[in-house]
């Protein structure tokens, strides 16, 4: 029966994601929900001037409306794959996680509304964006915290178990920000982010088979539906992007399944495209302000890339082997670290 959900939960996701497209884009283009482009970008990319934004909302729905109606029909996520005995603690980092990602989704959708009034790419400011990014996710560390399903400990490959005590806040609000906002940088091409999201994704579907985690299961498999049904829109040519909205809650629905099992250090290798493409920022910062010098083309990283002759649905391609690359390492850490 569980893994019968699994499957219902993705078709579900896919369908409602892809259905969608046919009556959210066309709103979108009647109130002008355009997306500004910027003027430092790649000068093509003003072809894409006026591209419907806030797409995301298609894979929001998407997700959310199958998790409820999974959730419905056993009775909440059950962990043991269908045993009659329900883990609260695991119900709750499902829930909790997803309105977490909610959450950012909507502090996203802030920020695009502002960029789509303005009719220019900038929207919250920086200090703005990061306030609104911490408060969230302290507010999850404090959900997980309250419903006894947090603790103090980190997971250290190879290394152990470590309680760190009070610096796990910090340092887990750090990693959680920085997710969301590397899943943000990615979003750059048409079709990235989501390519490189579906193999994160079922990543966590692997590991969810394997320690018979159905919550977990729902959720990717959800996500894993969510973003196959947005390619059928996002890919190149796009008929829409996702936007902040999207983006957001993107990165903070990948923090949830790695908080699902208590490894957020998985991240690292999970999201090995979100690092890069978040270090290619900083880096570029760094040695622009320091040398006068830039060391990419363009940055994020995928813009160099493009910069230097490759297609989007190349840069798609070869960016989700990489990702793919990652869930593998993230997978023999998980077994064997």
Not at 6 to 35: C, E, N, R
Not at 139 to 152: K, R
Not at 192 to 210: E, K, P, R, Y
Request: overall charge positive.
């Amino acid at each position: 029966m569980a893994s019968r959900w699994l499957i219902i939960t993705a078709v579900t996701s896919f369908l409602v994601t892809a259905g969608l497209g046919y009556i959210l884009i066309p709103v979108l283009h009647k109130l002008k929900y355009g997306q500004p482009i910027k003027e430092i970008g790649p000068t093509w990319h003003k072809n894409k001037q006026g591209t419907p934004t806030m797409g995301g909302l298609l894979f929001v729905l998407g997700v959310v409306v199958s998790l409820l109606i999974a959730a419905f029909f056993t009775e909440g996520a059950r962990d043991g794959f269908g045993s009659d005995e329900v883990v609260s603690q695991f119900n709750s980092r499902l829930w909790n996680g997803l309105v977490m990602a909610l959450l950012f989704g909507f502090a996203g959708f802030i920020d695009d509304m502002i960029k789509i009034r303005r009719k220019h790419n900038t929207g919250l400011t920086s200090k703005q964006k990061l306030f609104l990014q911490i408060l969230i996710s302290i507010a999850f560390l404090l959900t997980l915290q309250l419903s006894g399903t947090a603790n103090t400990s980190v997971w250290v490959p190879f290394l152990g178990i470590y309680d760190i005590g009070f610096f796990y806040y910090p340092l887990m609000v750090f990693i959680i920000v920085a997710e969301v906002n590397a899943v943000n940088f990615t979003d750059g091409v048409d079709g990235l982010c989501s390519s490189v999201t579906f193999v994160a994704a079922a990543f966590f579907a692997v590991i969810s088979g394997i320690y018979y985690l159905f919550g977990l299961g729902l959720m990717s498999m959800a996500l894993m539906g969510a973003m196959a049904g947005f390619l059928v829109w996002n890919l190149n040519p796009a008929k829409v992007f996702m936007g902040d909205l999207g983006s957001h809650f993107l990165g903070g629905l990948i923090v949830a399944m790695a908080f699902y099992i208590n490894k957020p250090l998985l991240l690292l290798p999970v999201g090995i495209v979100y690092f890069l493409e978040m270090l290619s920022v900083v880096l570029q910062i760094i040695s622009f302000k320091t040398t006068g010098k830039r060391i990419f083309k363009m940055s994020p990283i995928h813009h160099h890339f493009e910069m230097s002759g490759w297609s989007e649905k190349k840069i798609c391609t070869i960016f989700s082997l990489v990702g793919l690359l990652g869930a593998a390492i993230a997978y023999w850490l998980e077994i064997y670290g």
